[in-house]
């Protein structure tokens, strides 16, 4: 079974510029979850779904980040303009029940 | 305020021996708690899942304990392997349909 794929799995970008991330989760997986993860910390969530609605994007920095799960399958996370402080790794995760399956990330460097 | 704490600094130990990491946690009251593994430019792996009411939970050379009074959970490897070395992560369910809060991590570091 094939598990949680993103792309990309870098990115560089100068600030002010928009940048866009693509999850597709395992398939039958209700619940998808898109993830930040800075240096040395756990990752922090931005936003989750279920099916096609998003149940709680209550850390999401609204007014330049945003998100979409077209169809309940797969998602895009959107930067725009992206900030220095935007430089992290953004995980993608879906799961079923309580277990969570992440994808690799995208590692993300804004100059 | 909500906190989860996990072993700031690395933990070294030589292999063999059992690794212990622990996980606090303040003002939460999880249903249920779970460890992760994470390998150096790689999401995160689930390990283990142990609910409130379980005092123990064990799978191969790993076992958890989660002590809801003490509002800890030690994650325990025997007989630890150059492999096992990592960054471990605890999570806590804070209720609203799988939502976690993740730890820091801790790194493990098990040498030959």
């Known amino acids: 079974e094939a598990g949680v794929v993103q792309s990309p799995r870098y990115k560089i970008i100068e600030k002010k510029q928009p940048v866009a991330f693509w999850c597709n989760p395992i398939?039958?997986?209700?619940?998808l979850y898109w993830y930040r993860q800075n240096l040395g910390q756990g990752p922090e969530l931005l936003i989750r779904?279920?099916?096609?609605?998003?149940?709680?994007d209550s850390q999401l920095p609204k007014d330049r980040f945003s998100a979409e799960r077209l169809k309940g399958v797969d998602s895009t996370l959107k930067i725009q303009p992206a900030e220095l402080g935007d430089s992290a790794v953004y995980l993608c995760a879906s799961s079923l029940e309580e277990t969570q399956y992440f994808g690799p990330g995208t590692r993300l460097l804004v100059l | 305020s909500q906190k989860i704490e996990q072993n700031s600094e690395a933990l070294n130990i030589q292999e063999g021996k059992t690794a212990t990491l622990t996980c606090n946690y303040t003002n939460y009251s999880p249903a249920y708690l779970q460890w992760y593994r994470q390998d150096p430019g790689r999401g995160p792996v689930f390990l283990l899942l142990?609910?409130?009411?379980?005092k123990e939970k064990r799978k191969e050379r790993l076992k958890v304990t989660f002590d809801t009074t003490l509002k800890q959970s030690l994650f325990h490897i025997t007989a630890s392997q150059p492999a096992d070395s990592a960054t471990y992560l605890c999570a806590l369910d804070v209720g609203y349909g799988n939502k976690l809060v993740f730890g820091a991590g801790t790194i493990l570091r098990v040498k030959s």
């Open positions: 142990i609910r409130e009411n379980e």
């Open positions: 779904y279920e099916n096609e609605e998003a149940v709680d």
């Open positions: 398939s039958g997986h209700n619940t």
